[in-house]
């Protein structure tokens, strides 16, 4: 359940279908283990930030960005092959407004939980 829902969540999230992207990001918060939930819920506030930049709520991006930071850094620089340390560079470098893509290229292998 765990992998197949961040397989699609990456899917959904290089697709630019961030609210799909949201919701199966979700589903694997929902299952995973206590020590891994912040992990999951920093990719949601990831595909949320740049949902609420293509809605044009430049203060909900902002406030999904500086949360989406705080909960993925204990997880750099990888985790269940996602490239933890590149995502924080672009969530980094994200402004509302000015969104950069949001790369997921090099979180191709999704790897089972360590």
């Known amino acids: 359940m765990i992998e197949k829902s961040l397989s699609d969540g990456l899917e959904l999230a290089r697709g630019g279908r961030y609210f799909?992207?949201?919701e199966a990001?979700?589903?694997?918060?929902r299952a995973a283990p206590a020590d891994e939930r912040d992990?999951?819920?920093?990719?949601?506030?990831v595909v949320v930030a740049w949902?609420?930049?293509?809605?044009?709520?430049e203060t909900g991006?902002?406030?999904?960005?500086?949360?989406?930071?705080r909960r993925l850094e204990p997880f750099?620089?990888?985790h269940r092959g996602v490239d933890v340390a590149s995502l924080l560079?672009?969530?980094?470098?994200?402004r509302p407004g000015a969104m950069p893509v949001l790369d997921l290229t090099e979180a191709e292998g999704?790897?089972?939980a360590p």
């Open 61 to 69: 991006c902002r406030r999904q960005l500086e949360k989406a930071a």
């Open 25 to 29: 990001f979700e589903d694997a918060w």
């Open 20 to 22: 799909e992207a949201h």
């Open 39 to 45: 992990f999951f819920q920093g990719l949601v506030h």
């Open 110 to 112: 999704v790897e089972d």
């Open 76 to 78: 750099a620089p990888s």
């Open 89 to 94: 560079a672009v969530v980094a470098r994200a």
């Open 51 to 57: 949902y609420q930049d293509e809605r044009g709520n």
